[in-house]
């Protein structure tokens, strides 16, 4: 399994999904795959749908 982790953003108000840091305000620890968020999750910032993300390719070193 790879570990590199990825950043997702939602475009429209610029909220970003760290992998290597994940969301723990939301109870989603450090290291938790963007597939492994429940569907039904949505953004903090704005209510926006996870299927409203786009992933940006970042590579964690």
């Given at each position: 399994?790879?570990?590199d ?5 939602y ?35 704005c ?15």
């Amino acid at each position: 399994m790879s570990t590199d982790f990825k950043l997702y953003r939602y475009v429209q108000c610029g909220f970003e999904y760290d992998e290597a840091q994940g969301w723990p305000e939301d109870g989603i620890a450090p290291g938790t795959r963007w597939d492994d968020i429940p569907d039904d999750w949505s953004c903090p910032d704005c209510g926006a749908a996870k299927s409203d993300f786009e992933m940006i390719e970042v590579s964690r070193t």
